[in-house]
Nanobody, 120 residues
Framework: VQLQASGGGLVQPGGSLRLSCAAS????????MAWYRQAPGKQRELVAA???????NFLDSVKGRFTISRDYAKNTVYLQMTSLKPEDTAVYYC???????????????WGQGTLVTVSS
């Protein structure tokens, strides 16, 4: 199983970016997908998660600015980020809890990370 993240880059404060993360490989089901971020010198933190395609939760500091969505057909999760702030600068990682075969338990997989830099 592989998770391929994309969409990071340099954006000015107040701008927008959309991150994508596609899961591929031997996938039976995906229980949940999420985005984490890690800023220099800080611990990795959960930014947003989506479970069952319906239930979502967000880091308080991004509520109202970020949305998370999922395309079941493409095994892809998106993070739409608006009104970006310099403090959103970080490497963003996608995570998915995936079951690889019927009857197996789910385990977590990580993408490679994509850098988001918010600066003027």
């Amino acid at each position: 199983v592989q998770l391929q993240a994309s969409g990071g880059g340099l954006v000015q404060p107040g701008g927008s970016l959309r991150l994508s993360c596609a899961a591929s490989g031997s996938i039976f089901s995906i229980n949940a997908m999420a985005w984490y971020r890690q800023a220099p010198g800080k611990q990795r933190e959960l930014v947003a998660a989506i479970t069952g395609g319906i239930m979502t939760n967000f880091l308080d500091s991004v509520k109202g600015r970020f949305t998370i969505s999922r395309d079941y057909a493409k095994n892809t999760v998106y993070l739409q980020m608006t009104s970006l702030k310099p403090e959103d600068t970080a490497v963003y990682y996608c995570n998915a809890r995936i079951t690889t075969a019927q009857g197996m338990g789910a385990r977590g997989y990580w993408g490679q990370g994509t850098l988001v830099t918010v600066s003027s």
